[in-house]
C-alpha cells in the first residue's frame, strides 16, 4: 500500500475515533449533569414547599394559643367550673356564653370557612362550637348544669386528653362527626388550657383542609411536574392513602380516602425510598418525607413526579444533530485526509533542499506547513541547528575579537608603560623647577600667574602619566573573603563629599547581606570609578541608587544614575583606552577600561545599557 493510503486511513482513524468517543461520551456526561441539576433544583422546590406547609400549619397553633391565653375564655372556663360545682348556671353565664360564641366564629374565619373551632369542658363535652363560618348553639340536655352542643363524648376521650400535657397544643383525632359524608383527614389540634386547681378546659381546631388545597394549588410547578402528597401509614393501616394529587384530582378538602391510585412500583418506591430521587413507570420520582405534627411519628410524602421521555426529549433531538454532525464530520475528515496524504511530502523535499542549500552557503528557503508532527519535529530541528551553529560561529567571532582587542590592548599597554616612564622622569623635573620657580617669584613680590598655570598643566601631565602607568600594570588581585554590606557602604562613603559638591543624592541598599571573594582595594577602585562617573552624569538633585543583589551563583551589583543615557553611536566605544565623552581636562579616558580589567581578572564582566526611562546603569557580575 502507498504511503499516501496509509496516510489517509491513519487520519481517518485518529479524527473519527475521538470524535466518536466525545459524542457518546459527551452526550451521555451532559446527560447526566441535567439530571443532577433538575434533581437539585426539584428537591430544593419541595424543601420550600415544606417550608409553607410549616407555616401553614403554624397558623392554628397560633389561633389556639392566642385563645388559650385570652381572658374572655379563661373567664368563661371559671365559670363553667363555677357552675360544675355549684350545679347551676351563675348570673351572667349565657351573656358570656353567647360573646363568646361570636368571638369563636370571628377567630374561626382565620382558620378557614371549612374548619371547627370548639371549646370543651373539663369532661370533655362540646359548649361552644363554631363551624362552617357560624356558631351552633347548644341544644342538647345533658345531666349538667348547661346543655352541650353535641353528644356526650365516648368514654375513652376523657382519658385521652387529660394524658395531654398543659398549655402545649397537641395533635389527636377528636370522636366528632360534623359531616358524615365529610372525613377529616387532619387531626384536631387540641389545646389543654390550666385553669385554678389544675382543672382544665380543652380549646379543639379541627381543619378539613381547605387551606392547605389552596396553598398547594398555588404552590409552583417547576418543569410542569405532578404534585402528590401521600399518607404512607396512616391510622388504622390498610395502607396508604393519597391526601393531595394533581393526576387525580384528590383533595384535601374532599374528605375522602384513595387507596387505588397506587401501583406496586409506587408502593415498592414508597416503602423503600423515604427520600430522594426514583425511577418507575417512565416517570422520575422527588421525594421528601415531612412531618406535619412534631408531637406524632407519623409523616407524609411530598412527591414531584416528571415524565422522563419529557424530560429528555431534547437530548434525544440533540443525539440525531449528533449523528449528522458525525456523518458531516465523516466527509469533511475524508477530503482532510486526502489533501493532508498529497501535501505531507512537501515539506520533506523542501528540507531535504534546504539542507543542501545551507551545506552550499546559500540562502534557505521557508518551510511549508508541515502536515504531520513528525516532520514539524524534524524542521523545527533543522531549524534548531542552524541557530545552533550560527551562534556558535557568532561566539566564536566575539572569541577571536576579544582576543585581538586583548592582544592590542597588552601592545597598547606595553607601548604606554614604555612611554609613561620615559615622560614621568621629565615631568617630574619640570614639576620641581615650576614649584622652585613660583616661591622665589613669591618673595620677589612677583606676579605667579604664568607659573602657576605652568604649575596645573605639568601636574595633570602627570595624572595622565600615572593613569597610563596603571592601565599598563595589569597587577594581579589579593583575593580575600569580603562582606558586601560593610565593603559597599565604605565605597559609598567616600564619594559622599562629592555627590554632595554636585547636588546628587547617593541611595544605597545592598540587599541582603552576603560574602564574596575578590581585591577589595582593586574592587573599591572599580565602584568608586562608577560611582564618580554616574555623579557627574546625574543632573543636580538627581538620586544615583547603588543596589546589590545575589543570583544564580553570582554578585550582582548595579550604580543607577538618573543622566541623560548612553549615546548609541559610542557605545561601542566606552571600554577603549583614552576614549572620553568629557570636556578637554577632565579625566583621561581610561577609568573604565581599568575597570574592565580589574572585573574581568576576577572573572567577571562589567557591563554599560541605558535603562527604560532616564539614566543609565552600570552594572558588576562577580561569582560567589
Known amino acids: 500500500m502507498k504511503l499516501r493510503n496509509h496516510i489517509l486511513l491513519w487520519l481517518l482513524a485518529i479524527s473519527l475515533a475521538p470524535l466518536m468517543l466525545f459524542a457518546v461520551l459527551g452526550a451521555r456526561y451532559s446527560q447526566q449533569a441535567f439530571l443532577r441539576g433538575v434533581d437539585t433544583e426539584m428537591l430544593a422546590e419541595l424543601d420550600r414547599l415544606a417550608v409553607k406547609l410549616d407555616e401553614a400549619f403554624a397558623a392554628p397553633r397560633r389561633l389556639l394559643e392566642h385563645l388559650g391565653a385570652s381572658p374572655t ?19 351572667g353565664f349565657l351573656r358570656k356564653q353567647s360573646g363568646l360564641e361570636e368571638y369563636f366564629v370571628g377567630l374561626q374565619q382565620l382558620a378557614g370557612q371549612d374548619a371547627e373551632l370548639r371549646l370543651l369542658d373539663a369532661h370533655g363535652h362540646t359548649i361552644i362550637k363554631a363551624s362552617f363560618g357560624r356558631a351552633e348553639h347548644p341544644r342538647l340536655e345533658s345531666l349538667l348544669p348547661y346543655p352541650i352542643s353535641e353528644h356526650e363524648p365516648e368514654p375513652g376521650l376523657l382519658t385521652r386528653l387529660k394524658s395531654l400535657p398543659g398549655d402545649e397544643v397537641s395533635h389527636l383525632r377528636l370522636p366528632f362527626d360534623a359531616d358524615q359524608d365529610r372525613l377529616a383527614l387532619l387531626p384536631d389540634s387540641v389545646l389543654p388550657v390550666t385553669l385554678a386547681n389544675h382543672s382544665r378546659i380543652y380549646l379543639a381546631l379541627r381543619q378539613f383542609g381547605g387551606q392547605l388545597d389552596k396553598l398547594l394549588a398555588l404552590a409552583p410547578r417547576l418543569r410542569n411536574a405532578r404534585l402528590t402528597l401521600i399518607d404512607p401509614e396512616p391510622e388504622g393501616g390498610q395502607g396508604p392513602i393519597l391526601l393531595y394529587d394533581d393526576a387525580t384530582g384528590v383533595r384535601f378538602g374532599n374528605g375522602a380516602f384513595d387507596r387505588t391510585a397506587f401501583s406496586p412500583a409506587l408502593r415498592t418506591a414508597i416503602a423503600s425510598t423515604p427520600e430522594g430521587v426514583r425511577h418507575i413507570e417512565g416517570d422520575r420520582l422527588y421525594l421528601r418525607e415531612y412531618t406535619p405534627f412534631t408531637d406524632r411519628l407519623s409523616s407524609w410524602l411530598l412527591v414531584a413526579r416528571l ?21 458531516l464530520t465523516l466527509a469533511l475528515s475524508l477530503l482532510i485526509a486526502w489533501y493532508a496524504a498529497r501535501r505531507l511530502a512537501r515539506p520533506i523535499c523542501q528540507l531535504a533542499g534546504n539542507l543542501r542549500a545551507y551545506a552550499g552557503d546559500q540562502p534557505l528557503q521557508p518551510d511549508f506547513p508541515a502536515l504531520s508532527s513528525e516532520v514539524g519535529a524534524l524542521q523545527r530541528a533543522f531549524r534548531e541547528m542552524i541557530d545552533a551553529l550560527e551562534e556558535s560561529r557568532a561566539r566564536h567571532e566575539k572569541s577571536e575579537r576579544q582576543l585581538r582587542e586583548s592582544a592590542r590592548l597588552a601592545s597598547l599597554g606595553e607601548m604606554a608603560a614604555g612611554i609613561g616612564h620615559e615622560l614621568n622622569n621629565p615631568l617630574t623635573n619640570m614639576l620641581s623647577l615650576a614649584r622652585l620657580i613660583r616661591r622665589d617669584l613669591q618673595q620677589r613680590g612677583a606676579s605667579t600667574e604664568d607659573i602657576d598655570s605652568l604649575v596645573e598643566e605639568v601636574d595633570r601631565a602627570s595624572r595622565i602619566v600615572s593613569g597610563i602607568l596603571n592601565f599598563s600594570r595589569q597587577v594581579e588581585p589579593e583575593i580575600r573573603p569580603i562582606a558586601l554590606r560593610p565593603w559597599l557602604y565604605k565605597c559609598v562613603a567616600r564619594m559622599e563629599e562629592q555627590a554632595l559638591a554636585s547636588g546628587v543624592e547617593l541611595d544605597c541598599r545592598p540587599g541582603e547581606d552576603a560574602k564574596f571573594r575578590g581585591d577589595p582595594f582593586q574592587l573599591e577602585q572599580v565602584l568608586i570609578n562608577l560611582l564618580a562617573n554616574a555623579i557627574q552624569a546625574s543632573p543636580r538633585g538627581g538620586v544615583v541608587k547603588v543596589r546589590a543583589i545575589t543570583a544564580n551563583g553570582q554578585l550582582v551589583i548595579q550604580v ?13 566605544r566606552l571600554f577603549e583606552p583614552f576614549f572620553t565623552t568629557r570636556e578637554v581636562g577632565v579625566g583621561n579616558g581610561l577609568g573604565l577600561s581599568i575597570s574592565m580589567g580589574i572585573v574581568q581578572m576576577h572573572g567577571g564582566a562589567l557591563e554599560l545599557r541605558n535603562n527604560p526611562g532616564p539614566g543609565c546603569t552600570a552594572e558588576i557580575r562577580l561569582p560567589l
Open 307 to 327: 415524565d422522563q421521555n419529557s424530560l429528555l426529549a431534547p437530548f434525544r433531538q440533540a443525539q440525531w444533530r449528533m449523528a449528522g454532525l458525525i456523518g
Open 73 to 91: 375564655v379563661r373567664d368563661f372556663g371559671r365559670s363553667l367550673l363555677q357552675a360544675n360545682q355549684e350545679g347551676a348556671l351563675s348570673p
Open 560 to 572: 543607577i544614575d538618573a543622566g541623560e543615557g548612553i549615546d548609541p553611536a559610542i557605545e561601542e
